[in-house]
């Protein structure tokens, strides 16, 4: 059998999606293809694991043998096995997936809310047809590459983002705007990388890719991180499988408030790392105000508590109390962090006087899912070089895009172009200029970009998601005050 292309693996994938149009929603999709994926994989690369021992060894027992695989698939739960019946289809897949986690430890949740025995949203017909589908194409790792499997599954999860709309910025950031994050960090071999908000996977990926591209050894990074949509975390625990990568560990829970990787006896303190990279959900309403107003209780806090409809900046300290003493992080936030007063403005002073914050990078609007909204991109320093301390870079990356129709996006000059503005870290007209934090204190510590890097008409310091809220709240209480002229007029009998 041939390898398959990345292009075949694609369209193949998304065929399966096509098959599923009109029994679920679009933003479900992902949740039973991806574990169709899954599980299909797993079955033939074991009986390739199988088949490959056998000849080496003559002994069936011992070919099956649990410690002979990466992971193990207990007998009449293989794909075959679900293929022999014709009738409660659904019933057998969900007994087979349940079986599968039970069985390995590391694989305990990946198929979160994967149900396929509702004979209402999958009949047995629906089912056949798109098992059938998958069994195109065998799934060994001769007939296609780890890194060629994983692509395609980034690939569908991308789409899967253009298609849910809103909820795909949930899950996944755009890879070039990741790829921005992790050329300006540069992650080098042996080093830790953690993702607080870890999404589908991308981010810690993208590290690995990047060792790849340097022609170094992916292996020797330790791949950490935490998120806390549960259906998303399988997403990921997939993602990373799929790209031959069993030994990260992302964490279940909520970030802010339940950090998962802590380290010490009794008093936990937060685990730290090299390199730090997220994107946080954009100005997060129910962060964990209430528990964080009364005093962190792992001293995240150090800066102030941020106020209680915008949680960008607490994502930002657990992020900076996340990095060793030589470590970096890259962060993406929205514009409004840059120039809000109140808590986050005391924040980000602190911030500049402890010298922490080495680049603010602007981005192209319309590059995120669902969020037409500026973004920026932090990068932070614990130890910066002895030429840059006591200085940020700004670089207004306005003009660095590609325009697309429904969306834009960046494109690899575009990367390069902002990246090598940070690592240059000079004046550029129109793009880049480095700033002292003595001006930027003169400015009451507004790191609001175009006050540095002028392109085109000065902007002013407009938080546009909240300018939004304040028109939605507006016309909500115009809404309100004319359904209640409206009964007041129904009362007096001028109205029927």
């Known amino acids: 059998m041939a390898v398959l292309t990345l292009g075949q693996l694609e369209s193949h994938l998304w065929r399966a999606a096509d098959i599923l149009r009109g029994s679920i929603d679009a933003a479900d999709y992902k949740h039973y293809i991806f574990g169709l994926l899954f599980f299909k994989r797993l079955c033939d690369v074991w009986q390739e694991e199988y088949e490959e021992r056998l000849a080496k060894y003559g002994d069936a027992e011992l070919a099956a043998d649990p410690e002979e695989h990466r992971f193990h698939i207990p007998a009449g739960h293989f794909w075959k096995d679900v293929r022999k019946h014709t009738t ?18 590391k694989l305990r949740g990946v198929f979160q809310d994967v149900d396929f ?21 065998r799934l060994r790792n001769a007939d296609a590459e780890a890194d060629v499997l994983g692509q395609a ?12 709309g809103k909820k795909g910025g949930e899950f996944y950031t755009p890879k070039m705007v990741v790829r921005l994050i992790v050329e300006c960090l540069r992650p080098d071999e042996g080093m830790s990388i953690y993702d607080p908000t870890a999404g589908s996977g991308g981010m810690l990926l993208e590290a690995v890719h990047h060792l790849e591209r340097q022609g170094k050894n992916p292996k020797s990074l330790s791949l950490f991180g935490q998120e806390k949509n549960l259906n998303t975390w399988a ?44 994107n946080p ?51 993406v936030l929205p514009h ?35 969020a037409g909204i500026p973004a920026c991109i932090l990068i932070i320093r614990r130890d910066k070089p002895a030429a840059r301390k006591g200085k940020v870079l700004f ?57 540095y890097v002028h392109v085109g008409e000065e902007a002013e310091d407009l938080d546009v998601a909240e300018e939004v809220e304040k028109l939605v709240e507006l016309q909500a209480r115009r809404d309100a005050a004319e359904a209640r002229m409206m009964g007041f007029l129904k009362e007096l009998g001028y109205v029927e």
Not at 88 to 105: C, K, Q
Request: glycine letters at 8%.
């Open 235 to 278: 997403i990921c625990q997939m993602n990373l499988f799929l790209h031959d990568i069993d030994d990260a560990s992302v964490a279940r829970g909520d970030t802010l408030l339940d950090p998962k990787h802590v380290v010490g006896d009794g008093v936990k303190a937060i685990r730290t790392f090299d390199r730090v990279l997220a």
């Open 395 to 451: 670089v207004n990356g306005v003009e660095q895009f590609v325009e697309g129709k429904a969306q834009n996006h960046l494109s690899e000059s575009n990367v390069a172009t902002l990246a090598k503005a940070f690592h240059d870290y000079a004046d550029l007209d129109r793009l880049s200029r480095v700033v002292p934090v003595s001006e930027i204190a003169d400015n009451d510590f507004n790191l609001n970009i175009t006050r």
């Open 153 to 164: 599954y980034e690939y569908l999860i991308a789409q899967f983002a253009d298609d849910a």
């Open 336 to 370: 409004g962090v840059l120039f809000r007063g109140g808590a986050e403005g005391r924040i980000r002073e602190g911030l500049l006087k402890d010298d922490l914050i080495e680049a603010v990078i602007g981005v192209a609007p319309n590059l995120f899912y669902g």
């Open 88 to 105: 409660n289809i659904g019933e057998h897949l969900n007994a087979a997936f349940n079986a599968v986690e039970d069985a390995n430890h």
């Open 117 to 137: 025995n509702n004979k209402e949203r999958f009949p047995d017909a629906a089912l056949e047809r798109l098992l059938q589908h998958f069994e195109t194409y």
């Open 281 to 331: 959900p954009f100005s997060l309403k129910s962060w964990g105000f209430d528990t964080w107003s009364n005093g962190d209780p792992f001293g995240r806090d150090r800066y102030g508590c941020p106020p209680k409809s915008y949680g960008d900046l607490a994502f930002v300290q657990h992020m900076i109390t996340s990095l060793k003493s030589n470590g970096m992080l890259g962060v």
